[in-house]
């Protein structure tokens, strides 16, 4: 059934070729059927491979995609970024590109978006290695401690929320891991009502998951105390 909520999709991407294809095809004919009104923004993020190839591939034959690319790689906070200030409509959806969430499950999400202004997807399943899901807990008790957000899985590529909380926050100050949790963090500050959701996870089937790199890991690390910082000094002079 559809309703009428205005849908922008977002799906950051770097060396996706193995998976890009298949995840944008998905989500077309699903937003097809829940809505009349929607986008779907691939943000290529410095891909060497045929990321970007496949995508205007796809765009040729369908006005409802278009891409953003960026010249060098910036990594997840820098796509999660362009994304969010690229979107265009009152609703934005993101989603991982590697094919580990199955898009049907966005029915879970829009009967909520009656009473939730940011509904947050958690993995039910993780399908991940030992190790990453030991690194996600210690995020998780940093992300209490530091900044008080007791959310499942904050982290979990799957969201839909309102173009509102993106046009009412603060520009975001940090680009990396720990910039999904930024974002998250100032809109619950900002009073945004969240919500979360079960979804099930899958085991990516091609390409490289690249997020738990040890490089990766402490500058999320040292970009968390600098957000901290930041947000100490906005509640000191607000």
Same mark, same amino acid.
């Given at each position: 059934?559809? /309703?009428?909520? @205005? %849908?922008?999709? *977002? #799906? &950051? ?6 998976? +890009?294809?298949?995840?944008?095809? !998905? ?74 969430? /199955?898009?049907? @499950? %966005?029915?879970? *999400? #829009? &009967? ?6 940011? +509904?947050?997807?958690?993995?039910? !399943? ?113």
């Amino acid at each position: 059934m559809k /309703n009428n909520l @205005q %849908i922008s999709l *977002f #799906l &950051p991407a770097y060396n996706e070729e193995a998976n +890009i294809n298949k995840t944008i095809q !998905d989500v077309d004919q699903i937003l097809k059927r829940i809505t009349t009104d929607y986008e779907i923004l691939v943000v290529n993020d410095g891909s060497s491979d045929q990321t970007g190839k496949f995508v205007r591939e796809l765009a040729r034959n369908n006005s409802k995609i278009r891409m953003i690319t960026h010249a060098k790689n910036r990594g997840y906070g820098g796509a999660f970024k362009s994304g969010l200030y690229g979107c265009r409509f009152p609703w934005i959806i993101q989603m991982d590109s590697d094919g580990q969430f /199955n898009f049907v @499950q %966005i029915t879970k *999400f #829009l &009967p909520l978006t009656k009473k939730a202004d940011l +509904i947050m997807g958690f993995r039910l !399943d993780r399908s991940d290695s030992l190790y990453r899901r030991f690194m996600a807990r210690i995020l998780k008790l940093v992300d209490l401690l530091l900044f008080g957000l007791d959310v499942k899985d904050v982290d979990c590529g799957f969201k839909l929320f309102k173009k509102e909380i993106v046009d009412k926050i603060s520009r975001l100050k940090t680009e990396s891991a720990i910039t999904v949790t930024e974002f998250v963090v100032r809109a619950k500050n900002a009073k945004f009502r969240i919500a979360q959701v079960g979804v099930h996870h899958f085991s990516r089937k091609g390409g490289e998951q690249t997020g738990g790199k040890p490089g990766i890991i402490f500058k999320a690390a040292w970009q968390g105390i600098l957000l901290w910082l930041y947000l100490l000094k906005e509640k000191i002079w607000k």
